[in-house]
């Protein structure tokens, strides 16, 4: 099986399965319990987020460990303060619009990206020129790739002493995180999205930023309900202690896109990459194909062992890309649009096999008007 869909999950490494595995066998008691297997099981858990802080260079944040990206996301939208909005531009994931609803309609405002994925940062201005503000922004976005301008977005937010969440959770192990604490008071992320387990997420939250947790208890310091997943958080730490050399990955998985998309072009001369010359994740192509069906091809690929698809993997439901229609595109472009996402264990011979492929299939479907 070639994989290229690691924007929706990536397979877990080894030493993250074994750090899995270790917890759930030798450590498997309660990290609240005061005997000597929950605190051996306490031990873990702190030593686990000692380690996760040291990755992002924590100082002045609280590291929360959640159930994921979904529940870290949804409660910084509960932390919105009494007077403030809830601003989020029109491409960022679709836990974020879901967050937006379950607050008045007057206290939500969704900001345009040009069509280079962009923030409109005048209109940004213009909202946060009104009065105070919770800004979400995603560092890379999950279907294009396109990372977003975080000087402008951070001086943006201090000028109106706006409050700023980064959602990192197609950044971590392919882009530098180290600095991007110092810009934002709440970061999420996901520790599937770097090869480590489902059911990790991270929130972290400036120290003094208020907080309001959707699950009130008495675990994570009074910060969150529900005994901690350990077996996941410990696998996180192993993962990202395994991201020590995530640079080298980093510049592998761009060299790899970088042949992709010319085979690609040079293939289909009339595709084009949607934010081409916008900075993107290294390991990110979303590849507009005239005339081409992405629902038929990603099924067609999918009987031939090569996983790619045409969106998100959390808003599959036949509907066009949000995205590729906020970056003023129509909805016949959005359903002929593929996204392919590689990792740090693809490999070159896998991307050509992979093009050969799409390209074949490509040629052997019937053409959508």
């Known amino acids: 099986m070639i994989y290229l ?148 977005a951070v001086l943006v937010c201090s000028k109106y002493r706006a409050r700023l969440h980064l959602d990192a959770t197609q950044a971590v192990s392919r882009i530098d995180v180290s600095s991007l604490l110092d810009a934002c008071d709440f970061l999420t992320a996901s520790a599937h999205k770097f090869h480590g387990p489902r059911g990790c997420g991270l929130l972290f939250v400036r120290e003094g930023t208020r907080f309001s947790p959707m699950f009130p208890g008495t675990q994570e310091g009074g910060w969150r309900a529900g005994t901690e997943n350990l077996p996941a958080i410990a696998g996180t730490a192993a993962a990202l202690q395994s991201q020590c050399d995530w640079s080298d990955m980093a510049d592998k998985m761009k060299a790899n896109r970088k042949a992709l998309e010319s085979s690609m072009l040079r293939h289909l001369p009339s595709a084009e990459i949607h934010g081409m010359n916008q900075p993107r994740l290294p390991n990110t192509t979303s590849i507009y194909i005239p005339g081409c069906d992405a629902a038929t091809i990603v099924q067609s690929a999918a009987s031939c062992d090569l996983i790619l698809s045409a969106g998100s993997a959390c808003s599959n439901s036949g509907r066009p890309s949000h995205v590729i229609l906020a970056m003023g595109h129509s909805k016949k472009r959005a359903a002929a649009t593929l996204r392919l996402s590689l990792s740090r264990n693809t490999t070159p011979e896998e991307v050509e096999s992979a093009t050969a492929l799409i390209v074949k299939l490509i040629s052997e479907s019937p053409r959508v008007a």
């Open 5 to 152: 869909d690691n924007n929706a999950t990536t397979q877990p490494l080894p030493e993250v399965v074994e750090a899995v595995a270790s917890v759930m066998r030798d450590t498997w008691g309660n990290p609240s319990s005061p005997f000597a297997i929950g605190k051996s099981a306490r031990r873990i858990l702190e030593e686990s987020r000692h380690s996760i802080a040291g990755f992002f260079t924590a100082r002045d944040h609280r590291l929360v460990f959640t159930s994921g990206a979904t529940e870290s996301i949804r409660t910084v939208a509960n932390c919105l303060l009494p007077k403030e909005k809830f601003v989020f531009t029109n491409v960022e994931h679709s836990v974020v619009f879901a967050a937006s609803r379950c607050l008045p309609s007057d206290r939500v405002n969704v900001i345009p990206v040009d069509a280079d994925g962009q923030p409109d940062w005048g209109e940004l201005e213009k909202v946060l020129g009104q009065g105070p503000a919770l800004v979400t922004v995603t560092t890379g976005n999950n279907e294009t790739g396109i990372l977003v301008d975080l000087r402008m």
